[in-house]
């Protein structure tokens, strides 16, 4: 049995709470078992220098850690006065991902800021990060479509990511730190609602993995995120719909 | 009367939930009207340079938003490589006022953090990061001396901060963004249970004012933090009361 | 007594050296006992980019010791690759003070760099920073004035600022280096000549401070400022004359 | 057909120089194509801090380009003051690939600085510096070794990585720069000899993936570094030979 | 006789090779004894904002290490987040010399980056980088001439730069590392074909030395640069001839 | 006619004012014309990291402008967050310069502290700040000689600094900032009483320069010299006298 209980291919309790701060566009505060993320997605009327006057805009995510969501108490990174190399990784990671199922060229010449702030660490919190966000921003672009900023959702499908691994009772689904901290393989993917693959980022802590175990923390990944996704719906409700709909008339052009 | 219907003496409700994280030993989530603070105190076992080998202890504060606290969004202070000297100013202030109610030689060498992370601002959040800071710094000592870690609780009274200023309507008590951003004055008064000053830190924004209005502004400000400390000590309950019983035998000593 | 002979309520010797430097429209050798600051006042062109066609002007502050104004000497700023918490609060300080007393929307879009640099430390270097500047602002100012790139001279009052706090013989006025180090409260007030506040810092050091003491303290930099001011007026001369006309005239405008 | 006429499934030239550089315990030009690295190992005495006292070794990589290694200069990290998050992301991967097949415990506690300077680029830099690297290290720990240094070459096996990806054409292995480009899917895939994985890191570049897709692209990648480690062995020679005993006779042990 | 059995007046052997990389619009592999140093001219159709709108351009140079190039591993200054001293002593050295033989009025508003990465040193790395860069310049001065976009080859000279120095054996040129590390004085000259100076940098290393000193030395650097700049339009073949016409014809000029 | 109606041999009028701070052990004021520099030598217990358990001292120097000492403000290193190439240039030179006279290993695991800043600037900043430093050092190794903490005055010889160059009337000595700004050649010379040289650089501004233009150079530079440490003999004094005691003694044996 797993440190907490669950099946090895359970995922922890998870809660999206949308609307959670009263400022941003979109804003969620995501729950999977003790991990806490926020999540919001604001809006900023410029574009990085490489879009300016191409139409197109823009996603991008910052990702980071109060220093009391840890255990040992995380040294800030603006006290540091640098983003450390594992921040720079997550949160090209979560600005990729999202872009992946976005029209950039259907939002216009906007930047969508998504900004994830890990306030409870208990393992996970990258892939947390990403499902969270998704939700802020799929109601950031609602509010855009709905004040008739933009003319439509250009949201492709939904996007959920969780965290697989190799533990000591062979490979499990959304490791919890303990788990996590001594797993002989980690990897976090990120899928759509169709099944498609956005991200597969697999490594052998110390250690390396066959072929066959790869699979089966594909496998694995698949259940959590059609999970997830299935979560993600349910918080959207009827602006999920939306979505949907989107799904087959623009998805399918997109993706070509 | 005020833009959300408050008397010029009143306070937005406030709201203490303690043990709001579970990794640090002190956190409380501090709520005054919209503006929300998570207040954490991590145990360091190490002190600055200059206190090694003192016996003596430290207690050393940080202060952020997160970006998505704001109507505008606020650049990390670790995008831009540097703490803002906004920022500075205010860190400055909650670790002074802190340590002005503890006997750091009564803590031994140990540093205490103290990090305020404002996720939601609605004016006033220096002096509500104080309020909460207080009462996380409080469960933080009262669990090292539970653990045996220190001999007492080394406090000699309760602290609480409040903001005042002169709006359009004249002397308003406890500002929210609204009032503060357009206030001729603006001061922030931290104080004790027995009513003793430990900062005050008033400024014309772009205007001046005289002793009278001085006055009246610290008389408004006793009378919040007053109301402050009461909710503190609500919070903390039998907690609290140990700080009384040393407040009365610990702090004269204290004092001299 | 005090550790320099003087009474509770006096100050130190004030020596105003106007056009201390060539190059810059404004500047002054600002003497307060062994405290000796360089306060200089320089024009630029531009404003910060939040007035950018607002045309209303700005005054900012920097303020620096050199590594030799200290018996310990301080490290430079450069050195370590950022500015400090303290020279922070203090170029903020400066800067507020001397704007409340100027009406910016006469400046035109033009930036005055106000630089005070410490040359000698003995106590009190920030308020001898303010005094010095705001004389190095008036000829400055009036160089603007006289060479017809301004109206007016907008200036509604004079300012000067002084530290006072409680010393092991209570309350005095102008705090030495010794006495400062070993204060019990120290606070920083800035005034104009009507006797309004402008800025008024205090302090408990590890410790508080009661009403009573604090309206003592209030008392002693009011007799403090009031001297620092007529020192202003005598070094400034006839141009400080067109000052206080000026503040008749102009002041009770702006003040609205 | 490829823009540079090459199969589908076929690798650009491979050429590995050893000992390029004078001063490096291993130093290697590693040439794939165009694409041209300088890997080198060096030996530092100190470990970092979360090992001190371990008897525990580290391994620790750089990665960087010089500004003429592309079409457009790149700015050197050095002049920006700090490292990109692209960079980060190299370094990180590079640094655990390597350990992953390292026995840090019989290093002692020794630090190898990898360093891989690209000189010219023309994709796959970072899959380039890996196999380089694994290179460089071999001949820096058979220098320890030799010396008396360390009692056995603590490797487990051959390391490799290669670049896979979906480009117009479909699936293709170790793209140019040209291909990468352009290409929906990239994945790098390091191995060992043993065909084991070590990191998979896919990603879809404004597009997703298929579980087919993936796989197809894991069989590229399977062929791509079973051919690189072979010319790994032809560059180290005999002292390849040695590896390969230790990888039956200590790798078993190592993996457990 | 020299450590490594030259004669006090004999270069190391000298080897310039052109086109090294493929990207840049020159590059040169500039090998001097053990010496190597990577220099390619790069162009930007932009110039620093001091020479906007003037028609004129500029030439920058940037000077940097591999980690690898000495013995022990040299610290990245992107990983310390500044360029050190020496770096900038060296980068602003190899500037102004290239600069001073260009007629930058003539190039119209580019800027030609200078990069010298040297990837094994041996001493003598800054005068090596000047000379290779000069031969890097040629090239893609050139090029721009060549393609239409300068209307001739602004260059008014050859430059070719080397170091002399005192060692234990008295004065001789051309030191590597072993020779320059001990040497009591050391001094680096940079001359044109014509035999004048552009630059002398004469420092006694812990030591002083006398005039007629000082002229052996110039005596030494004299006869090796006229050996440099012999090597470099060997390696320059016919390009070399037009600068040898243009010196004739436009340098004269230019002096004036 | 020079601008300031000097002779081409003349230096502008020299007055150095010693122990012009109170704090540091050895402070000058040193005048050159309008240039002013103020020197300090500040004695620190610890040296770096390469001297530890070495018993030999070390000597540093930094160097800095204030903002008002230049028509144009100059921005603050320390506000860009960084060290500017010109200054690091200039600090390096000082340093060197001061260290070649001194017998480190005489002084024990001791660091000098130089700081040079100037806060008027019109020409010759870096030669005055070297003439300035020696006599302040001076003044700081009496102290420690004095006060028993070194037995004798570790200085082998006087050193002064000087600017010379190739304005549009030819050589001349001691630029100002009008001559300096428009000079073809442009050279710093560091000599001892002894008519040694330390340290030539000299520069040709987008220009270049003959051996006899060097020579005439040198000349003017030793002439300036010899006057500039006449007037530190005067200055010193008495105590200068012991360094020519010394001189005679104890620098022959330190130059072998």
Chains 1, 2, 3, 4, 5, 6 share one sequence.
């Not at 306030?119 to 479509?145: E, H, M, N, P, W």
Request: glycine share 8%; hydrophobic share 40%.
């Amino acid at each position: 049995m797993r440190v907490d209980n669950r099946k090895f291919d359970e995922l922890r309790e998870v809660k999206i709470t949308r609307n959670y701060l009263m400022h941003p566009y979109g804003s969620v505060l995501m729950e999977v078992g003790n991990t806490k993320v926020i999540c919001t997605a604001m809006i900023d009327d410029k574009v990085p220098p490489f879009l300016k006057g191409s139409n197109i805009g823009w996603i991008t995510a910052e990702y980071s850690m109060l220093p009391g969501a840890t255990v040992m108490r995380k040294v800030r990174d603006a006290a540091r006065g640098r983003i450390d190399g594992r921040t720079h990784e997550i949160q090209r990671f979560i600005g990729r991902t999202l872009r992946s199922v976005v029209d950039l060229s259907r939002l216009g010449e906007k930047t969508i800021w998504i900004d994830c702030d890990v306030i409870q660490a208990d393992g996970g919190t990258r892939t947390a990060a990403i499902t969270g966000s998704f939700v802020a921003l799929v109601d950031a672009l609602y509010k855009l479509y709905n004040s008739g900023q933009i003319g439509s959702i250009p949201i492709s499908d939904y996007v959920a990511a969780v965290s697989v691994g190799i533990a000591d009772m062979g490979p499990v689904l959304d490791l919890c730190y303990e788990e996590d901290h001594k797993a002989l393989v980690d990897m976090n993917v990120a899928m759509t609602d169709k099944g498609q693959f956005i991200e597969v980022q697999g490594t052998g802590e110390n250690s390396t993995f066959s072929r066959i175990e790869l699979n089966t923390l594909l496998d694995l990944a698949e259940k959590g995120n059609k999970e997830l996704i299935n979560a993600q719906k349910i918080a959207l409700g009827s602006i999920g719909k939306l979505i949907e709909e989107n799904k087959i008339d623009l998805g399918e052009d997109y993706e070509k």
